[in-house]
């Protein structure tokens, strides 16, 4: 079963824009992974942000977390060509099967 | 380092014939992960090794899916009859430690995939 829904499922912005997507889950959470994947490759894992934490940057990506609407978003600011990808959202439950657990993903395409 | 290698990348075969996958992790990495992801999807688990041990294959179809990792190394991902609906990616990932006070935190490193057609 999928615990995450990316929204929205694509977004298309203009080089330069800034890119937000939502994920939402459904139960506690011990972690929530952010991965990037190129079309036709494999996924890269972006940012880790744990149940205790708010809000974490790496770069030009911001991820922030709310465990009491149970939902993150991340932010990509100054888009580039190369970021255009699909985004996913993966949760690691806290109780339960320790596992991470993926949402849909939501398809970006940044135009030139 | 070299990264996560898989072959073949692509695969075409009818339905109710056997396929099988190759997963070779990061050198050093203890724990090995096979997903399965089906079109316009995010990957699911389909088993995951600690060394050369089975921690989590609850999603796995035993069925039809096998999968070993002889000597906590490579590992071999095995569907036999396959189906229509077994069309997808298959993703093998693997970390150096999977999981910490119960919980996975350490990042995973994912290969290229192997894209599975079944006719």
């Known amino acids: 079963s999928q615990q995450g829904e990316e929204d929205p499922q694509a977004l298309s912005i203009q080089e330069g824009e800034n890119a937000t997507m939502n994920c939402s889950y459904k139960t506690s959470i011990n972690n929530l992974q952010w991965y990037r994947q190129n079309s036709g490759r494999g996924l890269v894992h972006l940012i880790l942000?744990?149940?205790?934490?708010r809000e974490k940057h790496s770069g030009r990506l911001r991820v922030t977390l709310d465990t009491s609407k149970k939902s993150s978003s991340l932010l990509i600011t100054a888009s580039r060509a190369a970021d255009t990808a699909s985004y996913f959202c993966a949760t690691v439950e806290l109780q339960g099967a320790q596992k991470l657990v993926f949402g849909q993903g939501t398809r970006l395409t940044i135009n030139p | 380092e070299a990264g996560v290698a898989q072959s073949p990348r692509y695969k075409i075969i009818e339905k109710r014939q056997s396929v099988a996958f190759w997963c070779n992790p990061i050198?050093?990495?203890?724990?090995l992960y096979w997903y399965q992801q089906i079109l316009g999807q995010g990957p699911k688990l389909l088993i995951q090794f600690q060394n050369n041990g089975v921690v989590d294959d609850s999603q796995l179809p035993k069925d039809r899916f096998s999968a070993e990792r002889l000597k906590g190394v490579d590992s071999t991902l095995k569907i036999q009859p396959a189906k229509l609906e077994d069309s997808a990616v298959y993703l093998c990932?693997?970390?150096?430690?999977?999981?910490?006070?119960?919980?996975?935190?350490?990042?995973?490193?994912f290969g290229p995939g192997t894209r599975l057609t079944v006719l």
């Open positions: 990932a693997s970390s150096r430690v999977g999981h910490r006070g119960g919980a996975p935190t350490d990042t995973q490193y």
């Open positions: 050198s050093g990495h203890a724990t």
């Open positions: 942000i744990r149940s205790n934490e």
